[in-house]
Nanobody
Framework: QVQLVESGGGLVQPGGSLRLSCAAS????????MDWYRQAPGKERELVAR???????NYLDSVKGRFTISRDNAKNMAYLQMNSLKPEDTAVYYC??????????????WGQGTQVTVSS
């Protein structure tokens, strides 16, 4: 069993910052790509940022230059630093990871999500 738990969401004013964390735990052998997705009300879930095991990153165009994804492989953690937040960033943010378990089987896992609300 593998679990992903997000934290760090909340209410912030436009222009503010938040840092999201994703903690992976359980029977983990290795974690490959770690992603942050978001889903706003009435919209489809979209990929915000991805970090590979080697540290390569890519971002949704609308967050480039404002968001930074990172990870700590030793701690099985991923982070999303969000700066210059805009109201349109309001959404539930989900962590996603492809995990190879100690039984050497690979699966995609999702966290439960954390709400980010950008409003004055």
């Amino acid at each position: 069993q593998v679990q992903l738990v997000e934290s760090g969401g909340g209410l912030v004013q436009p222009g503010g910052s938040l840092r999201l964390s994703c903690a992976a735990s359980g029977s983990i052998f290795s974690i490959y790509d770690m992603d942050w997705y978001r889903q706003a009300p009435g919209k489809e879930r979209e990929l915000v940022a991805r970090v590979t095991r080697s540290g390569a990153t890519n971002y949704l165009d609308s967050v480039k230059g404002r968001f930074t994804i990172s990870r700590d492989n030793a701690k099985n953690m991923a982070y999303l630093q969000m700066n210059s937040l805009k109201p349109e960033d309001t959404a539930v943010y989900y962590c996603n990871a492809f995990v190879v378990s100690t039984s050497r089987s690979g699966s995609n896992y999702w966290g439960q999500g954390t709400q980010v609300t950008v409003s004055s």
